[in-house]
DNA sequence: AGTACAATAATACAATGATACAATTATGAA
DNA sequence: TTCATAATTGTATCATTGTATTATTGTACT
């Protein structure tokens, strides 16, 4: 049951990281996580524009420092695509700069909404526990 | 027949309290009873300082100081405008169901990448270190 | 006067929006 | 097919909007 692209992305117009950032950041995490596939086709820049709601200037921006990294590829006239051969060791940096985007934007919107360090790591230390044992059975 | 925003803000130079303070105070007023509503968009601090004859610095204090408060949002190349769900203090249970939320989040992207617990977790402490280094957490 | 501080102003900058353009693809008539 | 034309796609440029930093102004206090 595949939802469309858009849906799968969130943004927050009044998180302090720009959207294109957070563009940037959650199709990244889906390339390293392989929700995105190389070879796959995104949609066009207004057209995911018009499903967020923000300007295609802005996808734009997203796609073409995506672009530039390599990791997909912007082509005038045709579209954007996932990258067919990645470099080698881009997966794994990828995976780990996802990673650190994660850590990243969880602390943010937690420090915004007033919390201490102390909490914030204490929470994240509940859900690890929470969300291990449901995983232990399964695997 | 709707008045122009800027011609219901009264500016007195002359009073003691500094014209920040006074957008401030007339611009919460408006929202508490009903002129303003969630979703309002109000006009850029260039518009509404040239017809107030202020320098548009002074709006955008009394912007910055509101939506710090939480009453509006200012986004940067877009506007600002009304918080939606202007809880005036946002409850203490809605907070910890947020920052539950937030969590939850993490670790559930994290894991979809394939981080073990250790990872995720050593992450986020060296977030907090960083995080907290830049924002002087003491206060 | 001199100092310290708050309020305001000036300037440069970053993010987003609007508009026009170029490259490619799709369509259809000859 | 082949060519012309329209539609679609990304690009380039500049305008608009809020942000950050610094300078200036004014006021209160010694």
Redesign the pocket.
């Known amino acids: 049951m595949n939802k469309r692209f858009s849906e799968t992305l969130q943004i927050d117009?009044r998180s302090?990281l720009?959207?294109?950032?957070?563009l940037i950041e959650q199709i990244k995490r889906q390339i390293a996580d392989g929700t995105l596939k190389p070879g796959d086709q995104?949609?066009?820049?207004?057209?995911?524009?018009e499903e967020l709601?923000?300007?295609?200037?802005?996808?734009?921006?997203s796609?073409?420092m995506l672009?530039e990294a390599g990791v997909i590829s912007?082509?005038?006239?045709?579209?954007?695509y996932i990258t067919e051969k990645p470099p080698p060791e881009l997966s794994d940096r990828l995976r780990r700069e996802s990673l650190m985007a994660l850590a990243s934007r969880y602390v943010r919107e937690a420090r915004r909404l007033g919390f201490s360090s102390d909490e914030i790591r204490q929470k994240l230390l509940d859900q690890l526990e929470v969300q291990t044992e449901l995983n232990n059975e399964g695997e």
């Open positions: 117009l302090d720009p959207i294109y950032l957070q995104l949609p066009t820049v207004r057209s995911l524009a709601r923000v300007n295609f200037n802005t996808v734009a921006r796609y073409r672009d912007t082509q005038q006239g045709r579209g954007t």
